[in-house]
């Protein structure tokens, strides 16, 4: 049995080889999900910068665990957190008029640091935020053609 399970295994491996090279579209889909994978892992090591992106050196397990479901937590926050200013972001554009096609949109991970601000403070004016439920968008132009982007 561990034989015959060991052939099958080879021959999967030697068929998604064979697909990966011979398809340069499930080469794309699978180079997409490596780099979705790279920005969440990027994000985690950004989160967590003040130690490298390595546990604190406390000798019990439990603090480790603890440090390391803190970060899960953060990192969780952060995703869905920008996972919903993207959508506002999307809505944004199409009521501007711009055409955004849903097919373009899985590709966008929302596992990026570029739009937490790591060091400083923040103002945040409560009431505000309170009264509308959402941080307003900030936009940029975009390829300096004078075209707004909402950015989160």
């Not at 546990?55 to 390391?68: C, G, H, M, N, V």
């Amino acid at each position: 049995m561990a034989t015959a399970l060991k052939e099958w295994g080879l021959l999967r491996r030697t068929l998604h080889t064979a697909r990966y090279l011979s398809d340069p579209v499930y080469r794309r889909r699978i180079s997409r999900q490596l780099n979705k994978g790279e920005s969440l892992h990027a994000l985690r090591r950004d989160l967590h910068y003040t130690q490298q992106g390595t546990f604190a050196a406390r000798p019990y397990l439990s603090d480790q665990t603890e440090q390391a479901w803190c970060l899960t937590i953060l990192t969780n926050s952060v995703v869905v957190w920008t996972t919903e200013y993207f959508g506002l972001a999307v809505q944004r554009l199409r009521a501007d008029g711009k055409s955004v096609e849903d097919a373009l949109l899985t590709h966008i991970s929302p596992g990026r640091s570029e739009n937490i601000n790591f060091f400083g403070a923040i103002p945040v004016e409560v009431e505000a935020e309170l009264a509308n439920g959402w941080r307003p968008l900030r936009t940029r132009p975009v390829n300096g053609t004078g075209g707004m982007l909402g950015q989160i």
